[in-house]
T-cell receptor
């Protein structure tokens, strides 16, 4: 089945540790996105990538890093510099950046204590 | 920068009745797309309906329809014959149609409206 997978569904880390969230898609999509969702707020864009080996900062990139070495994969690293890392993280992809629909993964809930 | 506002944090509706969720947006662009996404308790984001700004006709998908008022920058979602499975958080979202630039492909979301459906 085609789709986007994010693992794990729940992730727990100690403060000061970097953590990497996985996002894989087998839809052959060019563009991929990372969003953060906090309670009572909509999704906010962290980073996006229009093509392999290229990515751009979104609205809230501070404390995060990404890579796009393969078309299928767009991992997000939450670094210790991120002041409030506890959140729900959603990965999305679209056929092209201008495609109508962004398909979303099931998300990862990150809790940092 | 574009902004999207959903002024109704919560709404409720009786099963089989109709409910309308409100959304306003602010942009200086003339070419863009608007979306409604549904997020059920599973938290999976599901596209409900989309509207191209250049189209005057309101989009419709089965029981879901929109009222798109471009001049007023308003984009409401009407759910007819509400079902228990419609209960979810609903997000309005905006995307620029302009190629290039820092907003290319990015979705800007509203804060969401929690919809409760009563049997």
């Amino acid at each position: 089945d085609g789709g986007i997978t994010q693992s794990p569904k729940y992730l727990f880390r100690k403060e000061g540790q970097n953590v990497t969230l996985s996002c894989e898609q087998n839809l052959n999509h060019d563009a991929m996105y990372w969003y953060r969702q906090d309670p009572g707020q909509g999704l906010r864009l962290i980073y996006y990538s229009q093509i392999v080996n290229d990515f751009q900062k979104g609205d809230i990139a501070e404390g995060y890093s990404v890579s796009r070495e393969k078309k299928e994969s767009f991992p997000l690293t939450v670094t210790s510099a991120q002041k409030n890392p506890t959140a729900f993280y959603l990965c999305a992809s679209s056929m092209r950046p201008i495609s109508y629909e962004q398909y979303f993964g099931p998300g990862t809930r990150l809790t940092v204590t | 920068a574009q902004t999207v506002t959903q002024s109704q944090p919560e709404m409720s509706v009786q099963e089989a009745e109709t409910v309308t969720l409100s959304c306003t947006y602010d942009t200086s662009e003339s070419d863009y797309y608007l979306f409604w996404y549904k997020q059920p308790p599973s938290r999976q984001m599901i596209l409900v309906i989309r509207q191209e700004a250049y189209k005057q006709q309101n989009a419709t998908e089965n029981r879901f329809s929109v009222n798109f008022q471009k001049a007023a920058k308003s984009f409401s979602l009407k759910i007819s014959d509400s079902q228990l499975g419609d209960a979810a958080m609903y997000f309005c979202a905006y995307r620029s149609a302009n190629a290039g630039g820092t907003s290319y492909g990015k979705l800007t979301f509203g804060q969401g409206t929690i919809l409760t459906v009563h049997p």
